[in-house]
């Protein structure tokens, strides 16, 4: 059923008021006791989402992470469920050192 409201939402035939609207809290940074009123670098905004349009976006990631991760390369690894960034830069060290046992072996 969240996927039917999903595809209503896209196809223009379920209209939501202020879907788009989000509401902002700025919480204080810790910071020593004593200190004064914080600065604005000091707050970390907070954007509060509609919960329909979490909801729409979990569902969307969900139905599309299998064909993603089919269509994409191997060298692929950043936002793909399973796969980890952090692998090209190991790949990528093992090879400027010129270590091609690590590299052949994937790690």
Same mark, same amino acid.
């Given at each position: 059923?969240?996927?039917? +409201?999903?595809?209503?939402? !896209?196809?223009?035939? =379920? %209209?939501? /008021? ?27 905004p907070i954007a509060l989402k509609h919960t329909l349009v979490? +909801?729409?976006?979990?569902? !969307?990631?969900?139905? =599309? %992470?299998? /064909? ?19 692998r090209n830069l190991y790949e990528l060290d093992a090879a ?12």
């Amino acid at each position: 059923i969240v996927m039917e +409201v999903v595809m209503l939402l !896209l196809d223009g035939k =379920l %209209a939501v /008021p202020d879907l788009n609207h989000s509401d902002y809290v700025f919480i204080p940074k810790p910071r020593d006791e004593g200190a004064g009123p914080p600065g604005p670098h000091e707050l970390r905004p907070i954007a509060l989402k509609h919960t329909l349009v979490k +909801v729409a976006a979990a569902a !969307l990631a969900a139905a =599309l %992470a299998g /064909p993603c991760a089919g269509a994409t390369v191997p060298s692929q690894r950043g936002f793909v469920q399973g796969r980890n960034f952090t692998r090209n830069l190991y790949e990528l060290d093992a090879a400027l050192r010129g270590d091609a046992l690590a590299v052949a072996a994937d790690l």
